[in-house]
């Protein structure tokens, strides 16, 4: 499957911002998808994930109440919503993806990633 993210952007803090996780290719097997985060000079860290009928999702500490991630399968996209944003939430951030009936929560354990889109949130 490929992915190509979008939706990144400049934001003050406290403002939103929706991201957007397009999948192509093999998309009628079912897949879990995955948001994560790269900083500046930080590893990449789990965000959220969800499963391919959206009943299952997980979020990392930091975010939960702030973000949610949700899918259309349809449209074969996976969205993020991001509100109150803080300046602490910059980074580039990838989408990614994994035939699997259940999500993961470390980059290691998806196969397909997105390019990245950057969010910037300013102070």
């Known amino acids: 499957v490929q992915l190509q993210a979008s939706g990144g952007g400049l934001v003050q803090a406290g403002g939103s911002l929706r991201l957007s996780c397009a999948a192509s290719?093999?998309?009628?097997?079912?897949?879990?998808m995955g948001w994560f985060r790269q900083a500046p000079g930080k590893e990449r860290e789990f965000v959220t994930a969800?499963?391919?009928?959206?009943?299952?999702?997980r979020y990392a500490d930091s975010v939960k109440g702030r973000f949610t991630v949700s899918r259309d399968t349809a449209k074969n996209t996976m969205y993020l919503q991001i509100n109150s944003l803080e300046p602490e939430d910059t980074a580039v951030y990838y989408c990614?993806?994994?035939?699997?009936?259940?999500?993961?929560?470390?980059?290691?354990?998806?196969?397909?990633w997105g390019q990245g889109t950057l969010v910037t949130v300013s102070s």
């Open positions: 290719g093999r998309t009628s097997s079912r897949y879990a």
């Open positions: 990614a993806a994994v035939y699997s009936v259940v999500v993961y929560t470390t980059p290691s354990q998806y196969d397909y």
């Open positions: 969800i499963n391919w009928s959206g009943g299952m999702t």
